[in-house]
């Protein structure tokens, strides 16, 4: 068949299969790096875990009723405005030749926190992807969607090392490493954050740069003392074993040896801000730990903090007195998830 007869056909099919599909709505969670962070970008294992926090997509034809919601938007307008949901939608019409209905309608809900290093970009991707495929009638997949989510990670963040997309897309508490783009291992871990440890409080301490020009900071640190940067993602990298190994048995006290340390380690690497080490040594002369989660953040906040104490309350009292908002999630939200089809 020539292309042009492809091309055809492939609309053929679209246009019957929006007749029949009204509406789709797919979720996705948002994440936390408990440990290896950055050091992923370079070969090193990540533990990272889903939270409860999700993104809701939900496509409609327009011959659906109408909303009396402005959050309803139409597609082809949005990817006029939002690059990278342009790309989002380029990859998939892309690889399955298949170009997306210009009155196909869009509304997107989260409780993820944006730009903070929660993975909200990732569950857009993965939860976007996961919403077009089923309308352009592929099967469910979640390593066809992790992967087309990977690409649209890289084109945001330049050097993506892919633990977002893939934690957002399996859910649970994950182990990850990527040795080359094309080979990335991970293993589902079958345990849980012991119920019996001290809960966990989230500390949005903001940030003003994205991921990939955190990631590239990072380079650079690695290119004015690579033995020194070495040495660095090494001790990460048994940090992030030692902590999934007091996960697994249950070991408080070295869990919160790992974050202390982690948190250190990150502060090496640069990517912790002076307000937030301040916040840090502050919740750790209380007798917690804390550590950033994720890209960082140097010039303001460092994103989004993991801190740990006995009593949340005195927690919230130093973020309060730091200005900084805090909320709980529950860790190990399910992984990307069919919400509703109407046909
Ligand atoms: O975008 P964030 O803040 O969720 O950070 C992602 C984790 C990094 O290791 C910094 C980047 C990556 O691709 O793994």
Redo the contacts with the bound molecule.
Sequence with gaps: MTSDKRFITALFFLSLISFVMKKIVVSAPG?I?LSG??A??YGKP?VVVSTSKRMYVTLETSNSPAKNDDSQVVLSNLRRKDAYINEILKIIETKYKIPLSDSLLITINSDIVRSC???S??ALAVALIGAVLLYIGQPWNRQIINELAFQA?KFK?G??????PTIVTHGGLLWYRKELDFLKTFWLLPFKIPKNFAPFLLINTGRVEN?GE??KAVRKRKELDKPGFTSLITRIEEVTRGMTGAIHDEDEIDFRDSIQENERLLEQLGVVSISVKQLVRKIESIGGVAKIS??GGIKSGS?VVLAVHEDPKVLMDISQKFNFPYFQAIFGGEGVKIEQIVT
């Design positions: 994440k790096h962070e950055h992923v970008v990540a290093g929660m993975g970009s990732a990670e963040h050097n993506a090392s892919g633990s977002d991921t955190l990631v994720g890209a994103g």
